[in-house]
């Protein structure tokens, strides 16, 4: 049996043992289910095993080494579906890497353990597993990062909007716009990163 097949053959092993892991990520893990915790590992060791069937050449595989095997950043994938589920959960980026970690040790050690004689274990197997991680890893961390930066953007237009409609109240009960000067920086100022922000009051503060 070689180690596509043994990843088939043995992945809700592999999947518990995923799943205990992830319950100990906390707190984002504290109040998930089975499926929560698992969310898109069986894809992904689906797609591995896959991956490890298909033939690779030389260069498919220098290109994946460099990150550059997903011709289609677009297209869906269980990994980058992960990603997402975990930016979306409170994990950290840490948490999220050290379940990949603890994925790859777990396969590799059962594998091993299925093969105690060393026959009918390969090298060249146990690279391109390595190879299949470290894509879905990528893959996962892209999309995660990119949930997140979505989530900031999308939180900053929200403190905007809120800073709108003060301002827009300032506007109405202010007879001057001497009087709302003042007040209204103070609101602008919310909308902005936090340093910045303490920069500018300083100088604000000065200026008077």
């Not at 274990?121 to 146990?126: K, N």
């Not at 989530?151 to 001497?178: D, T």
């Amino acid at each position: 049996m070689d180690l596509s097949e043994f990843i088939v053959s043995n992945s809700e092993q592999i999947l518990k043992a995923w799943e205990e892991f992830a319950r100990t990520l906390l707190p984002a893990s504290q109040s998930m289910n089975i499926g929560e915790l698992r969310d898109h590992a069986d894809g992904m060791l689906k797609s591995i095993a896959k991956d490890l069937k298909e033939p690779q050449t030389e260069f498919e595989q220098a290109e994946k080494s460099k990150g550059r095997s997903d011709p289609d950043p677009h297209r869906y994938t269980a990994a980058k579906a992960h990603g997402a589920v975990r930016a979306g959960s409170g994990f950290t980026l840490a948490q999220m890497i050290s379940e990949f970690r603890a994925l790859r040790a777990s396969v590799l050690r059962l594998w091993s353990e299925a093969h105690v004689d060393g026959k009918g274990t390969s090298i060249q197997e146990v690279t391109r597993f390595n190879e299949a991680i470290d894509q879905a890893l990528a893959q996962s961390s892209v999309r995660y990062f990119h949930d997140l930066e979505q989530s900031k953007s999308m939180a900053h237009a929200h403190r905007r909007l809120e800073a709108l409609y003060e301002i827009s109240g300032l506007f109405a009960s202010f007879e001057n716009v001497e009087e709302t000067f003042y007040p209204v920086v103070k609101i602008a100022l919310k909308t902005l990163p936090l340093a910045q922000r303490d920069s500018l009051e300083v100088d604000a503060g000065r200026s008077r």
